[in-house]
Each structure stands twice: as C-alpha cells, then as structure tokens.
C-alpha cells in the first residue's frame, strides 16, 4: 500500500456560537488574516522607529501613521483580492450572479489581486500624507512573507488549493473532492501534494529570512531592493509550486489536464504562473535601477 499521509482532524473553524438565532464561527482563515496583519503593523512601526535604516537617518513617515497605513491595507487587500479572483479565474461566472462578488464569507480569493489592491491603497496613502512611495513599498515587501505563512497554513487547514496527485512519502490525502479524482487510483485514497506547505515554506519562511538578512545588510537605505528582491522571490516561488498544485477546475478540461491557459495543453502555462511573471520581470527592473542608482551615488 502506497505510505502516504492522512489529512490531520483539525476543523476549519476555532469555535462557533449562535446568537439571536444566527451561528457565528471563527474560522481560522479570518485569524490567519488578522495575524499576519498585525504582525505586520507592528514591525513596519518598529522600522519606522529607527532612523538609522532608512537613507539620510530619516524614516519615511512617523510610527503612529502605520495605524492608518493598516487601515489602507486591509481594504486594499480585501477588495483587490476579491476582484482579482472575479476577473482572473471566474470572471463567466460572476459576470452572470454578480451579487455573488461581495459575498467573500463563500471564499475566493487572489493573492495577485490583492498585491494589485495593496499597491493602489500604498500609492493613495502615499499621496495623501507625502510619504516616499518606495521606501514605504520596502517596509510593506518586508513583512508580507508574514501574511503569505500564516494564509497557506491557513489554506492547508482549510483543506482548498491542493496539489496535483502524487506517490511521494508525505502525499497527503485531503477530504473531501481532493480524493475522488485520482486516475486508477480507488475514490477517497488518493493523496496529493500539500502544495500550500510548499507556498508556505518557500513565500513564508524562505523569502522572509532572505529579506530579513537583506534588512541586516543596510537594504532600506536602498530604496527598492528589498520590494524587487520581495517580487523575484514570490514570483519564483509560485511559478515553480505551481508545477505541483492542482489547477483551478474551471481551467480544466479532459484535453488540457493541467489546466494551463495559455500555450499547450502540455507545456503551458497556468494562470497563476502567468500572473507572477510580470512580478518576475518588475523585481528585476527594481533591482537593476537600485543596482545602478547605487553606481553612480557619489
């Protein structure tokens, strides 16, 4: 019998209650977005209270401004992350029930929507309260590894966004869909990748600590190194986790398995690969102009 692993007894949700007739749950996806925002927040007052990082001994804007900044954040994320996922993946579905788009408690989200949100939300605080809109794009590149860990282990729990079928030692077999529909293999035992463990390490853990060492070597006194440094590592990332997760299902067909959406059906590209390599292309273009702003400083 195949040594695979068996998906671990953990309820998506914390706990739950009913009042006035209504049930309410914590599910821990909310505390997964909570987490790493806060988180986030803290450590960008944190940076903002230390002159000597930043170009000329001066931070960008004052620590108690992250507070509006975290503001600005969530509504970014939550907006572009929910357009995102309307038009990159299902934009037939809710172009027919578009009183579904706000109805986010049903899941459905994009992390590129959301960079996409983050970025105008970024850019309009910026504008209102006169902050360097790139040493601000630095602090916020720098902690959102935070939020990447904490929302894939959180997609993990959740049991969504599986990978594609596999025989390896620590394939997993997932509840639910994720075990039916495995060729050859009998219904409900087909184990997969834990791609989001994948994401989790790689976007999470990995990049973090690259950026963290890039932090300790003076990078915020060169603005943009650590936000093109941000967006080569997650680009890559998901590029090469996209290999082993499961393809949307509106993308998939019985000639195109993989459910790739551009090229063919074999060498082709899915739709999150074809999303990270404008991130790919931009971090470099971010680096090389740090790269040569630092040649020609006097």
Known sequence: ??????????????????????????????????????????IITGLMSRPALWPADRAPMEPKRTEDLLTAIVLGVIVGGRLGFVLFYQPGYYLQN??????????????????????????????RYGIPAMQLSDAMA?????????GRLA???????????STLPWAVIF??????????????????????????????????LVLYCLLRRSALKRPGLITGTFLVGYGLSRFVVEFFRQADEQFITPDNPLGHVIGGATWGLSMGQLLSLPMILAGLWFIARTRKANRTAP
């Open 1 to 42: 019998m195949q040594a695979v692993i068996s998906f671990p007894d953990i309820s998506n949700e914390i706990f739950s209650i009913t009042l006035f007739g209504r049930d309410f749950a914590l599910r821990w996806y909310a505390v997964a977005y909570l987490a790493g925002l806060v988180l986030g927040w803290r």
């Open 98 to 127: 578009p009183a579904d788009i706000v109805k986010v408690w049903q899941g459905g989200m994009s992390f590129h929507g959301g960079f996409l949100g983050v970025i105008v939300a970024g850019l309009i605080f910026c504008r």
């Open 142 to 150: 720098f902690v959102a590894p935070i939020g990447l860990f904490f």
């Open 155 to 165: 997609n993990f729990v959740n049991a969504e966004l599986w990978g594609r079928p």
């Open 175 to 208: 509840p639910g869909d994720a075990a039916q529909y495995c060729p050859g293999v009998v219904p409900g035992e087909c184990a997969r990748h834990p791609s989001q463990l994948y994401e989790a390490g790689l976007e999470g853990l990995i990049l973090g």
